[in-house]
């Protein structure tokens, strides 16, 4: 469980989250929605401690690392984290083996002998084979994206974290990511947090919706509930979306 | 009333310390992970590699052909002077081991891999890839920085003696084919007028220079910001910052150096 308190974060003067609280239970899935440059990245840097929060604390299974600077306790609660980043964020000097491997290198105490096995595992969970010796230079924008998912499945963590997870792929592929992120969450009781300004896609997959807007969450919901709200910003945003409230 | 130009120093005075405060943090964590951290012996032969051996070229066509000006050059004085050419070997083989082998090569390397370095690690750090390793349990201190630091305190030392090396012979090939002085007479002026000494001083002030250079590219790298052109800046900023450094550290060092009896 992550247990978020009065957690704030300014980048000089510009408060990007203001004393936001909000507890994201086991087997979950969170998503944060909300129009571009309004902190949704920040919020989830801020959960694996990529950024430092201001104040606040960020309780993950009892231990607070909102500001903590042992980088071994940090990097213990780390072991228990996936993250996909906006933009795939692959090495470009290494392989799609070495890549997807790499997290089992650090996080797990697998041998280096299972690795290919593992590695060839999770790429043919996102719909991709035969790419190993390939380096990212040479995969498309969307296989980036779906390997840098196997990536960060590959050492099967308790708690994933996506930053905009279908941001710039193809219908096909946005699909296969979307049946994804519900079967890890469904199947194998993954608590996720996804931050995405796909209303549609938020609304789909989750468990509870939260509308981010000048550093606080101005409504957090089941989708069904979340439709409904009276919030008026969360109706403009549903207008914008092309939905409607049923 | 606020002056622009004492605002101007001002802002840059505090920019400086800024950087200074946060290059100091960086090296206090680059000493943590040296001793505390597994050795990365692949990345650390990579950047060995690409240190070092990618710059044997450079190093070796700027050292051979400084070598050999600097003995036509003093040669012809000499010539000019006395009527003959008088310890060519001495005055070339001095110049190289003190101060041209190991600033030349310094500087040759800041402009290659010292530029290498600079964007590899910017690019990773505008493209969340420093991010990605944070996210993998690797520390990129660790991953990233050690290494770099260990190869360019290995390889620069090296690059410096082969340096050393080819500006001699190139100094003792102008002076066989241009001056008339043969083989043996410029080692002799060499071995004769030369101790230990004069190769340890140029020889220890490429571990300053190679710390200093490590330090310039791997903060510039990691502070990179603003994408594509942020890493051009960034990488230019290191390749000039680290050059003129080499220039100010070398009196300095040379200095000290000398107060010691090296």
């Known amino acids: 469980m992550i247990e978020i308190k009065n957690l704030s974060k300014a980048f000089g003067e510009k408060v990007i989250l203001n004393d936001i609280s909000v507890d994201i239970k086991e087997g979950e899935l969170f998503s944060v929605i909300g129009p571009s440059g309004m902190g949704k990245s920040t919020f989830i ?47 470009d000097s290494l392989t799609v083996l070495e890549n997807v491997a790499f997290g089992l290198k650090y996080l797990t105490d697998i041998h280096k002998s299972e690795y290919p096995r593992i590695v060839k595992e999770k790429l043919a969970l996102v719909g991709l084979k035969d790419v190993e010796h390939l380096k990212p230079s040479e ?95 969360v109706k403009e945003f549903m207008e914008i979306s092309g939905l409607s409230r049923e | 009333m606020k002056h622009p130009v004492t605002e101007y120093i001002g802002r840059e005075f505090m920019n400086l310390a800024e950087a200074l405060g946060a290059a100091a943090l960086m090296l206090k964590s680059v000493f943590f992970w040296f001793f505390r951290s597994k050795f990365e012996a692949r990345e650390t032969v990579k950047q060995a590699v690409t240190i070092g051996v990618d710059s044997l070229t450079v190093v070796a066509l700027t050292s051979f052909f400084t070598g050999m000006v600097l003995s036509l050059q003093s040669g012809q004085s000499s010539k000019n002077l006395f009527n003959e050419p008088l310890y060519i070997g001495t005055l070339v083989a001095f110049s190289m081991l003190k101060e041209l082998g190991p600033v030349l090569t310094c500087i040759v390397v800041a402009g290659r891999a010292g530029a290498v370095v600079t964007a590899e690690i910017g690019t990773m750090k505008v493209t969340e890839q420093i991010d990605a390793l944070y996210t993998l349990g690797t520390n990129p201190t660790r991953y990233l920085l050690v290494p770099r630091y260990i190869a360019f305190m290995i390889m620069l030392p090296l690059l410096t003696v082969f340096a050393d090396f080819l500006g001699i012979f190139g100094g003792c090939l102008v002076g066989m084919v241009k001056l008339d002085v043969p083989s043996t007479v410029f080692m002799n002026d060499i071995y004769t007028y030369l101790e230990i000494y004069d190769f340890m001083h140029g020889f220890l002030k490429t571990f300053v220079f190679a710390f200093m250079i490590a330090t310039v590219s791997c903060y510039k790298g990691l502070n990179t910001k603003g994408g594509a052109e942020g890493v051009g800046k960034a990488t230019t900023e290191a390749v000039v910052t680290s050059m003129v450094l080499v220039m100010v550290l070398d009196y300095f060092v040379s200095a000290v150096l000398v107060a010691v009896g090296i």
């Open chain 1, 45 to 91: 840097k801020c959960l694996v401690r990529l950024l430092r929060p201001e104040s606040g604390s960020i309780i993950v299974d009892g231990q607070d690392i909102a500001s903590t600077s042992n980088e071994f306790a940090l990097a213990r609660v780390r072991r228990s984290f996936g993250y996909l980043f906006q933009e795939g964020a692959l090495f």
């Open chain 1, 139 to 233: 995969l498309s924008v969307g296989m980036k994206k779906r390997v840098s998912l196997a990536r960060s499945i590959a050492p099967e963590p308790k708690y994933m974290f996506y930053d905009e997870p279908t941001t710039g792929l193809d219908p096909v592929t946005t699909g296969m990511v979307k049946e994804l992120i519900t079967d890890m969450r469904e199947k194998l009781r993954i608590t996720s947090v996804v931050v995405t300004h796909d209303l549609k896609l938020a609304l789909e997959i989750s468990s509870r919706v939260a509308m981010l807007l000048d550093g606080k969450f101005v409504e957090a919901a089941a989708p069904a509930e979340f439709r409904q709200s009276e919030n008026k910003a």
